[in-house]
């Protein structure tokens, strides 16, 4: 068992980790939350796994429970979702000191913290996440949101959940290609803070073996999460050391209408490809691109971006119009080496040599 203490002011709150805890997860509710109702929102394939369970468990516990199960996938993570939400919270008659809980991946974590965020101004809500994503990610940090129809993520808050339970054991059930999907950020945890980690992963080759470790895997990447996040309460633009391999990744995952890649798949190409245009530059040391790719390729990530396929005006035209980009300056986030993160100014110019890799 392990637990992490993200400290964000008042809205401090820990992350627990723990195989098996979702046996256990009525009595740990029970320690911080005195209220009568609970609303858990999920999806139709987590549901099916856990969601009965944990609703039972509740009810023994004296809670009377909602469950809002919804079909899976980011359509789900719609605008026009929340009011059938909103509606069946207020059937529950759930008040403002009552509990969410919100019960799957990384769609339901943004959805239903969303929805907990902007509920009658704002219900406390607590994360089960079920996906690696979800428990190396989008759990924590506070960031809550949904997609309108003109883009991802578009509508949004910060919401810090009461508490994170993270029971790894559930990864059981989770489709190869979403754990390999999630594998790509836990990769770049360890490129940009913790070369001793990026060691570790590369002696992991099976998804067993990295189950045999995977407390250990999760613990790393939230502990690493969790110091990102904290660091940038204090304004240091240490958040955006979250972004490598991402402005590469956005662009590719918008230029291919979001049907090529995963977000995992992308970001690892999105890695492998900046940090190969830093070493040419003579901004990384020689190697780092090799050992990246190297790894992802071992959990059977892609990294290459077949350039001869895109048309790289578009694609340059796609990170410069990237919400977090003003101007034609952008931030691109490098290594020094693995383990050694840093931000750099540089115009979209820096990324011209991608036609020739
Ligand atoms: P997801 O929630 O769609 O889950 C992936 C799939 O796995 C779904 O089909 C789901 O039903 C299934 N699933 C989840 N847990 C399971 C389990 N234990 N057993 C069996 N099936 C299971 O997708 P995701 O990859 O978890 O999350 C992606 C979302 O996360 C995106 O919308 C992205 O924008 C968001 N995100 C948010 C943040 C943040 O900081 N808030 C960070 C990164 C990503
Ligand atoms: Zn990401």
């Known amino acids: 068992m392990?637990?992490?203490?993200?400290?964000?002011?008042?809205?401090?709150?820990?992350?627990?980790?723990?195989?098996?805890?979702?046996?256990?997860?009525?009595?740990?509710?029970?320690?911080?939350?005195?209220?009568?109702?609970i609303a858990i929102i999920t999806d139709h394939n987590v549901n099916a796994h856990y969601g009965t369970q944990l609703e039972e468990g509740l009810q023994a516990a004296g809670f009377?429970?909602?469950?809002?199960?919804?079909?899976?996938?980011?359509?789900?993570?719609?605008?026009?979702?929340?009011?059938?939400i909103y509606d069946q919270l207020l059937d529950f008659q759930l008040n403002r000191s009552e509990l969410i809980i919100a019960l799957g991946g990384g769609v339901i974590g943004d959805l239903a913290g969303f929805a907990a965020a902007s509920f009658l101004r704002g219900v406390p809500f607590i994360q089960i996440p079920t996906s690696l994503l979800a428990q190396v990610d989008s759990s924590i940090g506070g960031k809550v949101g949904v997609d309108l129809a003109?883009?991802?993520?578009?509508?949004?808050?910060?919401?810090?959940?009461?508490?994170?339970?993270?029971?790894?054991?559930?990864?059981?059930?989770?489709?190869?290609?979403?754990?390999r999907d999630g594998l790509g950020e836990v990769i770049k945890y360890g490129c940009i803070k913790d070369a001793e980690f990026f060691s570790f992963l590369q002696t992991l080759h099976t998804r067993e073996e990295m189950m045999a470790h995977i407390e250990r895997i999760l613990y790393t990447c939230c502990d690493i999460k969790r110091r990102v996040v904290e660091a940038d309460e204090k304004d240091t633009g240490e958040r955006m050391l979250l972004n490598f391999g991402h402005t590469i990744a956005h662009a590719l995952e918008t230029y291919t209408n979001y049907a090529k890649y995963s977000h995992g798949e992308a970001v690892a190409i999105g890695m492998v490809a900046i940090t190969?245009?830093?070493?040419?530059?003579?901004?990384?040391?020689?190697?780092?691109?090799?050992?990246?790719?190297?790894?992802?390729?071992?959990?059977?990530?892609?990294?290459?971006?077949?350039?001869?396929?895109?048309?790289l005006d578009s694609l340059l035209a796609i990170m410069t119009l990237d919400k977090k980009n003003l101007d034609d300056h952008l931030k691109v986030i490098l290594l020094k080496e693995i383990g050694v993160s840093y931000v750099q100014d540089e115009t979209i110019a820096f990324f011209d040599e991608l036609e020739n890799m």
Request: net charge neutral; proline share 7%; no cysteine.
């Open 64 to 84: 009377e429970t909602l469950v809002v199960a919804l079909p899976p996938g980011e359509q789900t993570k719609d605008f026009q979702m929340l009011p059938q």
């Open 150 to 179: 003109r883009g991802k993520n578009l509508v949004g808050a910060f919401n810090q959940p009461k508490k994170v339970f993270i029971d790894p054991e559930v990864l059981s059930t989770l489709p190869d290609h979403y754990f």
């Open 276 to 311: 190969r245009l830093s070493e040419k530059k003579g901004f990384t040391v020689p190697g780092t691109a090799a050992a990246i790719e190297a790894l992802a390729k071992q959990v059977g990530l892609p990294t290459e971006l077949h350039i001869e396929t895109i048309d």
């Open 2 to 37: 392990a637990e992490l203490h993200v400290g964000l002011g008042k809205n401090s709150y820990t992350i627990l980790i723990e195989n098996g805890l979702r046996h256990r997860l009525p009595e740990e509710i029970k320690n911080i939350y005195s209220g009568k109702k």
